[in-house]
C-alpha cells in the first residue's frame, strides 16, 4: 500500500503544477514569466521536502508520520482551493507581474509541494529493511513516483482539465490525497474523514457558486489549451448589450452584440474591413484565430462587401473556444465558412496551399497581453506570404503602445514584417497618445506597387485616416542597449518580455 501512495503523491505533483498555471491564468494571465515562477517555485519546494523528509524519516521512521505528512498535503491543495479568489485579486494590480506571480506561486503552491516532497525520501526509509539492497529499493520507489508524475501529468492535461474544470481538479487532488494517507496508515480515521469531508462539503459549496454565476449569465469554463470567462456587459453610454469572453486578466478578446450578433462589437475587429478596400476582388480569405468568430460572422452574413461570394478558413487551435462560440456567441454554419482546430503555425507549414489567399487576417493571443512567440517571426510571415497571391495583404491585431517604453513589440513586429512585405502600413485606434497601449492594425502588402490609402466609401477612409508613420530610423537595430529591436525569428523571439511593461 506504501508503493501506491507513493504513485498517487507523484501523480498530484505534477497535476498539480500544470493546474496551476490555470489557476494562475485569469489573474496573471499565461506568459512565460507565469510558467517560469510556478515551475522554479516548484522545484525549489520540492527540493526542500526532499531535504527536510530525509532528515524527518531517519529520526522517527513511522507510517503513521507520513500518513499525517500526506493528510497535511490534502489541506494545503484545499487552501488553494479556498484562497486563489482571495489572494489572486490583491495581488494582480499591486505589484509587477514577476513579483505578482512568485508571490502567488509561493503563498498557494509552497506548502502542498514541500510535504509532497516529503513523500518519496520518507517512502525509502520506511522500505530500507537491507543496506545492500538500498539502492534498488531508492530506485524502485522514486521510479514509482516519477511514473505517477507522468501519469497526472497526462490525466490533466489530455483530460481531468477540460472535463472538469480547475477548482473541481484541485479539490479531486486533495481527495486523492486523503486517500492516499488512508493508504500508508489506517490509523488517525476521524482526522482523515473530516479533511475527506471538508472537500466534499467545498465541492457542494462549489457547485452552489457555480450555479448562481450561471443564472447571472457569467460562465468559468475550461477548454483543452486554456481557462475561458464569459459574461454580459452593458455598456451604459451607447446602450449596448454585449456578451464578453476573456482568457486573461487584462481584458476581453471577444465580444458579441446581443442584439445584432454579426455586428463588430470591438473597434478593432472593424479594421479587418479594410480587406475589402485593398483587395475588392478577394474571394479566398484566411483567419488566424476564432476567439468568438466576430469578424467571419460579419464577413459571411455580409457577402456583397467581400467580394459577392467569399470563402474563409479560420484556423482556431482550441476546439473548445469553437464550442462555447456556437454556445454563447452565436457561431453557426455560414456558407464558404471552414474550421480548421490546429496551431497556425502548423496549418500554413502543412494546409496552405501557395497563393491560395488574397487576404489573410491574424488575430492570435493566448490572453490579451500574450501572443504565441512563433505566430510572431519572420518565419510565420514567411509562410504567410507564401500562401498569398502575387497582391496579397496580411492584416496583423497588435497590442502595443506606437512610440515610447512600451512600444517594443510594435517595432519588434513592425521591423519583421518589413522584412518579409515590401509594404507595410500602421494604423492606431488612438493615434492621439501613440505611447499609450492599445490596438495597432499591421497592414503588410506583397505586392511592390504602393498600397491605396484612401477610399471614397466613409468608413474605409475614416479608418485609412488613422495611418500612423513610425519614425524614418525603425529599422530593426541591434538586441540590447538603446536600439530599436531585432527582426522576430523562430530562434530569438522575446515577445513576453517585450510585453511585460505594457
Not at 96 to 125: D, E, H, N, W, Y
Request: overall charge neutral.
Amino acid at each position: 500500500m506504501l508503493e501506491i501512495a507513493v504513485f498517487l503523491c507523484g501523480a498530484v505533483v505534477m497535476a498539480l503544477e500544470l493546474t496551476g498555471s490555470r489557476v494562475l491564468a485569469p489573474f496573471l494571465g499565461t506568459s512565460i514569466i507565469v510558467w517560469t515562477s510556478l515551475i522554479g517555485v516548484v522545484l525549489g519546494s520540492l527540493s526542500i521536502g526532499y531535504w527536510w523528509g530525509g532528515r524527518l524519516a531517519d529520526k522517527r521512521p513511522e507510517h503513521k508520520l507520513l500518513s499525517r505528512i500526506i493528510l497535511l498535503a490534502a489541506l494545503a491543495t484545499l487552501l488553494v482551493a479556498g484562497l486563489k479568489g482571495v489572494l489572486l485579486p490583491f495581488l494582480q494590480n499591486r505589484a509587477s507581474l514577476t513579483l505578482a506571480t512568485l508571490g502567488a506561486t509561493i503563498a498557494l503552491f509552497v506548502p502542498v509541494a514541500v510535504l509532497l516532497g516529503m513523500v518519496s525520501p520518507f517512502a525509502v526509509r520506511l522500505r530500507m529493511d537491507d543496506a545492500k539492497r538500498s539502492g534498488s529499493t531508492a530506485g524502485n520507489l522514486y521510479a514509482l513516483s516519477t511514473v505517477g508524475s507522468i501519469a497526472g501529468t497526462f490525466a490533466a492535461g489530455f483530460w481531468l482539465t477540460a472535463t472538469i474544470g480547475t477548482t473541481n481538479l484541485v479539490l479531486t487532488l486533495a481527495g486523492v490525497l486523503v486517500a492516499a494517507s488512508f493508504c500508508v496508515h489506517r490509523g488517525d480515521l476521524p482526522a482523515k474523514l473530516a479533511t475527506a469531508a471538508l472537500v466534499g462539503l467545498a465541492a457542494l459549496g462549489l457547485g452552489v457558486y457555480d450555479g448562481q454565476l450561471r443564472t447571472a449569465d457569467i460562465y468559468d469554463l475550461d477548454t483543452p489549451y486554456q481557462r475561458v470567462l464569459v459574461y454580459n456587459a452593458h455598456n451604459t453610454q451607447t446602450g449596448e448589450r454585449l456578451r464578453m469572453l476573456s482568457t486573461g486578466p487584462e481584458g476581453s478578446q471577444s465580444a458579441v452584440d446581443l442584439a445584432d450578433p454579426t455586428r463588430l462589437a470591438l473597434a478593432y475587429t472593424r479594421y479587418y474591413r479594410l480587406a475589402a478596400h485593398f483587395r475588392p476582388d478577394l474571394h479566398n480569405m484566411l483567419m488566424l484565430g476564432g476567439g468568438g468568430y466576430s469578424f467571419p460572422k460579419y464577413a459571411m452574413s455580409r457577402p456583397n462587401e467581400f467580394g459577392g461570394a467569399p470563402r474563409m478558413d479560420v484556423v482556431e487551435i482550441d476546439p473548445g473556444v469553437t464550442e462555447i462560440a456556437r454556445e454563447h456567441f452565436f457561431l453557426k454554419a455560414m456558407d464558404g465558412l471552414t474550421l480548421h482546430h490546429d496551431d497556425a503555425r502548423r496549418f500554413l507549414n502543412r494546409e496552405a496551399a501557395p497563393g491560395n489567399y488574397q487576404v489573410a487576417l491574424v488575430d492570435v493571443f493566448t490572453s490579451h497581453l500574450s501572443v504565441p512567440f512563433h505566430l510572431a517571426t519572420r518565419e510565420t510571415a514567411q509562410a504567410l506570404s507564401r500562401s498569398l497571391d502575387d497582391n496579397g495583404v496580411v492584416l496583423v491585431n497588435c497590442i502595443s503602445a506606437a512610440e515610447g517604453p512600451k512600444s517594443r513589440f510594435y517595432r519588434a513586429l513592425l521591423a519583421t514584417y518589413r522584412d518579409v512585405f515590401p509594404h507595410v502600413e500602421s494604423f492606431l485606434l488612438e493615434p492621439e497618445d501613440p505611447t499609450s497601449t492599445q490596438n495597432i492594425i499591421l497592414a503588410a502588402f506583397k505586392s511592390p506597387a504602393p498600397p491605396n490609402l484612401e477610399s471614397l466609401n466613409p468608413e474605409y477612409a475614416a479608418m485609412l485616416a488613422q495611418r500612423y508613420l513610425p519614425p524614418a530610423n525603425l529599422q530593426g537595430g541591434q538586441a540590447g542597449g538603446g536600439a530599436d529591436p531585432p527582426v522576430l525569428t523562430d530562434d530569438f523571439a522575446p515577445v513576453d518580455h517585450y510585453l511585460l511593461n505594457l
